[in-house]
């Protein structure tokens, strides 16, 4: 079959368009598509990525004077100087906010990350004011001290004669014990010759 010039490139062109046509819906279009797919995600990933790290960043400007705050005035590195200040504190703001204390007991210290928290339980009864004036002076201390559990009950319905149960905890830093080399290692090995 001869076709004639004027068929031959009416045929190149459906052809050609044709072509086209299906490199566009099977191959350009898709390829698109997840190209414009995987830009969101990214930027999607980005923004939740950044938004936290943003946020760090300028919490860090209001927290470190804080914690240099906090460090300056109160993280120990020895227990018993740690708890012997909150003792003494939570006893006098007890007695400056009229709070009766009848059981004042530090708990046994626990780990949590490179400090140890030692929890101090106090147990008083007073008024409602007194119990506001209390905790309001462990909230706005500078020393690193954090209520951690509270409870207030009536002794008598109907009156302004309360229990007080609370947690009041304080961390101090753990001083690092130098690790003692093993027998045998290179250290060892080079101190005797």
Do not use: C
């Not at 009229?98 to 210290?109: A, E, H, I, M, N």
């Amino acid at each position: 079959m001869i076709l004639s010039k004027r068929e031959r490139t009416a045929a190149i062109v459906a052809i050609t368009a044709i072509s086209v046509l299906v490199l566009d819906r099977f191959l350009l279009t898709p390829l698109l598509d997840s190209r414009t797919q995987v830009h969101d995600q990214l930027r999607l990933l980005t923004d939740n990525e950044l938004a936290p790290a943003m946020t760090l960043l300028e919490n860090n400007d209001r927290v470190t004077p804080r914690w240099k705050e906090r460090v300056a005035a109160g993280i120990k590195s020895d227990a018993s100087a740690a708890e012997s200040q909150v003792l003494n504190d939570v006893q006098r703001w007890a007695q400056d906010s009229g709070l009766t204390l009848s059981s004042l007991k530090p708990d046994r210290p626990e780990q949590e990350k490179q400090f140890q928290k030692i929890t101090i339980r106090a147990t008083g009864s007073t008024s409602m004011q007194s119990i506001a004036r209390f905790l309001n002076r462990i909230q706005t201390s500078p020393k690193p001290l954090r209520i951690s559990d509270i409870q207030i009950t009536s002794h008598k319905e109907g009156t302004d004669d309360l229990a007080l149960h609370i947690g009041v905890s304080t961390l101090y830093l753990v001083p690092e014990v130098e690790k003692p080399a093993k027998i045998g290692s290179v250290a060892t090995l080079r101190e005797d010759k």
